[in-house]
């Protein structure tokens, strides 16, 4: 490494559509993720915040434009989706959900040994959930479950780690816990990028920030990004869905 | 009567009833898991459909071949295949749901089949295939069903991760894993094969009683897949064993008497269950401290 003027690329968003038929949800985004870098993807509802990590995690293809990743031997994306996605009543031990962070070493028929089993250990204990392994995941509280869904993003050792609204109804105290794991990462020069909601934490946590109504309007330092101004024009963004709109010129 | 009488001599006298246990006891070992899958996808209609669906299949192998055991299972499976694929189609590709388009094409499937089977054949013919001959099995049958039972056992064990990770959290198996569509053809796959080899025996309608009523009966006893699976197999066994004592001793029909004990299994099961039974939620019991 060469000082500041080598540092590479995690993600690259080149001239990128994202949407739904052909609506566009988030709209020509242009630019660079650092690798190794923390960044909050804020803005209001229906902005594209989600649409633009199921993109980067693979789940979208564009309607226009790139995503491009770096391609190293260990890239490997971990994706937390909001919540809600996930089947709460399926008869399944904590520790079971939780193993599955270790899928992709394991795959499909790997086994899972002692060492396989010591990790497991550590990232329940890491966040917190020692004693809850045998516990049915459908009677965990809200929080609880959001420490499960961590404790498999450790499993996973993701060089790019991408979380929709992780704190999103989970109370203070899990929430701290859970920011001192992305501060981990962090500091592990893992890549992260969180879709949030609360910009209190935004400022104090995430050095960079993307704020976006369907149309980019601020990426940067967090700080410069989160300007009163900015704000506003991110509010203004026109929330309704035209089925009669033109064809895109650009 | 004494219990070597009431249990043990029926088998030990009558080669049928060795027989019908055998195979009953192979059905019940792989379909009860399959069951257990199916539940817990939120497809347990989907058997019932399915089953239907084989209708067609075997009726066409029948007024080929006649009553032959190769080309009705042939003629199933193909059937029953052709539904599940198209309907997985029209559900992705239209803005059907898999439910309403597995419906439209498995009624299509039953009048087709009844349709086919009555051009040739008399009602004691649809009646064997509406409900089966579990007291005339055959060697050839038999090796079927075992077969069936093997395939199954080893593919579930095969694909038991991506099975359960895609009813969990599909977008997480998307996320790590390709496995996702293939594991839900060969899970289809694995149904279809299940209700052709029960069709042996019970029948296109009674096949998905040992499928379902064993994996409903085993959600009340466990909040653990793997315990379920190993419960709703041990259910099934046990209902075709006596479900078959229970037609010698009553002289009933031995197919639907089978049903009728698996079914009584999930009644009892439904009552006494750990797990959200009826007894333990009306039992007055003081909360616990912690």
């Known amino acids: 490494m060469s000082g500041m003027a080598k540092i590479s690329t995690a993600i690259r968003f080149d001239d990128l559509t994202l949407g739904y038929g052909r609506h566009p949800a988030v709209h020509h985004l242009e630019g660079e993720v650092p690798a190794g870098s923390l960044t909050a993807v804020v803005g209001p509802n229906g902005a594209g915040k989600s649409t633009l990590l199921k993109g980067v995690a693979g789940a979208l293809a564009p309607l226009d434009g790139r995503i491009e990743l770096s391609t190293g031997p260990k890239t490997r994306i971990a994706y937390l989706p909001q919540a809600a996605e996930l089947d709460r009543s399926f008869p399944l031990p904590v520790y079971d959900l939780v193993a599955m962070g270790l899928w992709s070493r394991a795959g499909l028929f790997g086994g899972v040994g002692a060492k396989e089993r010591q990790k497991i250990e550590e990232a329940l204990a890491a966040v917190g959930l020692i004693g809850f392994e045998r516990r049915p995941i459908g009677t965990l509280s809200g929080g609880q479950m959001q420490r499960a869904l961590f404790a498999r993003l450790l499993l996973q050792d993701a060089s790019v780690i991408l979380l929709d609204e992780p704190f999103t109804a989970i109370d203070a105290k899990t929430t701290a816990d859970l920011l001192d794991i992305v501060r981990r990462w962090h500091a592990e020069a893992r890549t992260v990028v969180a879709v949030l909601h609360d910009l209190e934490t935004v400022r104090r946590v995430f050095p960079q920030t993307l704020l976006i109504a369907r149309e980019p309007i601020a990426w940067g330092d967090t700080a410069a990004v989160l300007k009163p101004e900015n704000l506003l024009r991110a509010r203004r963004m026109v929330e309704a869905h035209d089925p009669h709109a033109h064809a895109c010129a650009a | ?290």
Not at chain 2, 221 to 235: E, L, P
Not at chain 2, 252 to 275: D, F, H, T
Request: with cysteine; hydrophobic share 60%.
């Open chain 2, 1 to 290: 009567m004494n219990p070597y009488d009431l249990l043990i001599a029926p088998f030990a006298e009558f080669e049928f009833m060795r027989r019908a246990l055998v195979g009953g006891v192979a059905i019940a070992l792989a379909a009860a898991p399959v069951g257990v899958f199916l539940m817990l996808r939120r497809m347990s209609l989907t058997g019932d459909a399915m089953a239907h669906a084989i209708l067609p299949g075997a009726a066409l192998g029948y007024l080929v071949a006649g009553l032959s055991l190769p080309a009705m299972t042939f003629g199933g499976i193909l059937a029953g295949s052709l539904v599940a694929i198209s309907a997985g189609l029209v559900a992705r590709f239209t803005a059907l749901k898999e439910d309403a388009s597995l419906a439209a094409f498995y009624l299509i499937s039953l009048a087709l089949g009844v349709t086919l089977v009555s051009l040739k054949g008399s009602n004691v013919d649809l009646l064997h295939v509406l409900f089966g001959t579990v007291l005339a099995l055959d060697d050839a049958a038999l090796i079927l069903l075992a077969a069936i039972a093997t395939v199954t056992l080893v593919t579930l064990a095969l694909l038991y991760r991506p099975l359960v990770l895609e009813c969990v959290d599909p977008i997480f198996l998307r996320s790590v894993s390709r496995a996702g569509g293939p594991t839900h053809l060969v899970f289809l796959g694995l149904v279809v094969l299940n209700l052709v080899g029960g069709f042996q025996a019970l029948g296109t309608l009674l096949a998905v009683g040992l499928m379902m009523l064993p994996a409903a009966s085993s959600r009340f006893w466990s909040a653990d897949v793997t315990v379920m699976i190993a419960m709703a197999s041990g259910i099934g066994v046990a209902s075709a064993a006596c479900g078959l004592l229970l037609s010698y001793h009553a002289e009933l029909p031995a197919g639907p008497a089978i049903i009728l004990v698996a079914g009584g299994a999930y009644l009892l099961s439904m009552a006494l269950g750990r797990e959200g039974g009826l007894v333990w939620l009306a039992l007055p019991r003081k909360h616990l401290e912690a």
